[in-house]
């Protein structure tokens, strides 16, 4: 064990001194990896150093306490011992969860994507709310959002909406919401005061950039058209919106909020890197564990990862059979308590994962 920690300590050395070098700081790739690389290394260097630390004088109090004689002092360097042990022993559990290994995406940037999927009209304003909450939620963590691509319902809701979350933390926090959403309320579309259950699909995807995933050119059909709006009103004259078609993998991905073709079609790349590249770590991940599902399913009712019940003031997060009675709070972006218990939930089978 101390071999490693003293590997980790030489590495954050050399990473900090590589962070000034000169070649470094004009390759913007290597610059990214190695700034990366160090902060996530500096929390598990300060847990080491603060054991080390917090060991000698556990030690230092021993060796006091065997030499002197006067019962007082004995009294307050045996406090002093058993303090410095208690806090060895609980930062080296925290160091055990610091040294599990990283999730690859940690740091990128979030892709999300909410779409209306069972219920009609009130399933997309059921989108539109999970959207706001979203956005609530990241103002709250101090997240930067910028909207993609919104299609707006008939009835105020949306069909579809695709935005960008950039934050150090964001893909450790959001990476749990992906997965079908369904919702228990009475919907404003209902006259005899009936609560309905419909369903939006969240899709939580890491941005990728050119260096993580390689898209050939030739595997591309890319189609422009005149964008419009809501029920096929027209809102542009010229062909700025994009449809980028993936044809290996069938994947396709339309753009058309920008004026621009140029800018409509960056986004529509920018998407599809990040679905063809969380496809790939799901491949993998499908051949590492048999027991992985897929994040969005069908969309159905039966189909769930959480349930939203307005009735009840009532959120049941499935998973991890979690229930809080707080849900006006969570719909204006009070989400920690319910991703702090998935957080916790996912850093408990990991520990004992590497127990086994």
């Known amino acids: 064990m101390q071999d490693r920690w003293d590997s980790l300590l030489n590495e954050h050395v050399t990473l900090e001194s590589m962070l000034s070098d000169p070649d470094v700081l004009s390759d913007q790739n290597r610059l990214r990896d190695i700034s990366r690389r160090y902060k996530e290394l500096t929390p598990v260097v300060e847990?080491?150093?603060?054991?080390?630390?917090?060991?000698?004088?556990?030690?230092a109090a021993r060796e006091?306490?065997?030499?002197?004689?006067?019962?007082?002092?004995?009294?307050?360097?045996?406090?002093?011992?058993?303090?410095a042990d208690a806090d060895v022993e609980r930062l080296e559990e925290e160091l055990k969860a610091l040294l599990l290994p990283k999730d690859p995406n940690d740091g990128k940037p979030v892709i999300m994507e909410i779409r209306g999927a069972e219920g009609?009209?009130?399933?997309?304003?059921?989108?539109?709310?999970?959207?706001?909450?979203?956005v609530a939620y990241a103002s709250r963590r101090g997240w930067k959002t910028e909207s993609m691509s919104v299609d707006p319902s008939e009835m105020g809701g949306l069909n579809q909406v695709v935005f960008m979350i950039k934050g150090d933390d964001a893909w450790s926090r959001m990476k749990f919401e992906g997965g079908p959403h369904r919702v228990q309320r009475v919907p404003v579309t209902e006259s005899q005061g009936r609560?309905?259950?419909s369903s939006a699909t969240v899709m939580v995807l890491p941005e990728?950039?050119?260096?993580?995933?390689?898209?050939?050119?030739?595997?591309?059909?890319?189609?422009?058209?005149?964008?419009?709006?809501?029920?096929?009103?027209?809102?542009?004259t010229t062909d700025s919106a994009v449809r980028i078609?993936?044809?290996?993998?069938?994947?396709?991905?339309?753009?058309?909020?920008?004026?621009?073709?140029?800018?409509?079609?960056?986004?529509?790349?920018?998407?599809?890197?990040?679905?063809?590249l969380k496809a790939a770590q799901d491949e993998h991940e499908a051949k590492m564990s048999a027991e992985r599902r897929s994040q969005v399913g069908g969309g159905g009712r039966g189909e769930k990862i959480r349930t939203y019940n307005y009735k009840?003031?009532?959120?049941?997060?499935?998973?991890?059979?979690?229930?809080?009675?707080?849900?006006?709070d969570v719909l204006q972006g009070d989400l920690d308590g319910v991703i702090d218990a998935l957080a916790t939930d996912e850093r408990s089978r990991q520990l004992a994962g590497e127990e086994d």
């Open 195 to 197: 609560i309905h259950t």
């Open 245 to 276: 078609t993936h044809k290996p993998t069938g994947v396709v991905v339309t753009m058309q909020d920008e004026r621009s073709q140029l800018q409509n079609k960056a986004r529509a790349m920018t998407v599809l890197r990040s679905r063809l």
């Open 64 to 83: 006091l306490l065997a030499m002197t004689e006067d019962e007082s002092e004995k009294e307050q360097l045996k406090v002093e011992k058993e303090s």
């Open 47 to 59: 847990c080491i150093n603060t054991i080390e630390s917090r060991r000698s004088d556990g030690e």
């Open 312 to 328: 009840e003031n009532r959120l049941t997060d499935h998973r991890i059979g979690f229930t809080i009675y707080s849900l006006s």
């Open 120 to 134: 009609g009209e009130e399933a997309n304003l059921f989108a539109r709310d999970l959207y706001e909450m979203y």
């Open 208 to 236: 990728a950039e050119e260096v993580d995933i390689h898209i050939d050119e030739k595997d591309l059909q890319i189609d422009v058209y005149r964008a419009s709006g809501p029920g096929g009103q027209g809102v542009n």
